[in-house]
């Protein structure tokens, strides 16, 4: 059933929609289309999300429908290499500079309306994180080495 985790969630409060509409302001008409399933949890708004995670003190994993998002999304970018694979322990980013692997994350799961564009979009962060680190390790012992030879 479509929206499982968040009737399970209203299920278990023990309020009644409207109840929960007039205590979180979230429109009663939003909160009758997650519970019947005419909207996708995953693709309503994030401060919506957000209302419901603080008013049912839980995660956004306890709340949103699971997405499968594929296996080995890959790719290139700035010379690094990026690769994200479905494992027993969740979803995981390897990011590797020829054939030394520079960052590794693993993920329960990512929920996103458009889950490949932001596995891309989140590699790519994380490669422009190592490369600023490089950057500033770098300078660090540029400033270091020049300091010793004073």
Do not use: H
């Not at 009758?32 to 839980?58: D, P, Q, R």
């Not at 979803?91 to 590794?104: A, C, P």
């Amino acid at each position: 059933m479509q929206n499982a985790k968040f009737n399970r969630k209203v299920l278990d409060s023990g309020k009644t929609l409207y109840r929960i509409c007039k205590e979180t302001g979230i429109p009663y008409t939003t909160l009758s289309e997650l519970a019947t399933g005419k909207k996708a949890i995953n693709n309503i708004a994030a401060e919506t999300v957000y209302k419901l995670c603080v008013y049912f003190v839980c995660d956004v994993k306890d709340i949103l429908n699971d997405v499968n998002c594929g296996n080995n999304v890959s790719g290139n970018y700035r010379g690094y290499r990026y690769l994200w694979k479905n494992e027993d322990s969740g979803l995981s980013l390897y990011i590797s500079k020829g054939d030394v692997i520079v960052e590794t994350k693993t993920y329960e799961q990512i929920y996103a309306k458009r889950p490949i564009q932001i596995m891309i979009s989140y590699a790519e962060l994380l490669i422009n994180d190592c490369i600023q680190r490089e950057e500033v390790r770098s300078s660090c012992e540029r400033i270091y080495f020049d300091a010793q030879r004073r």
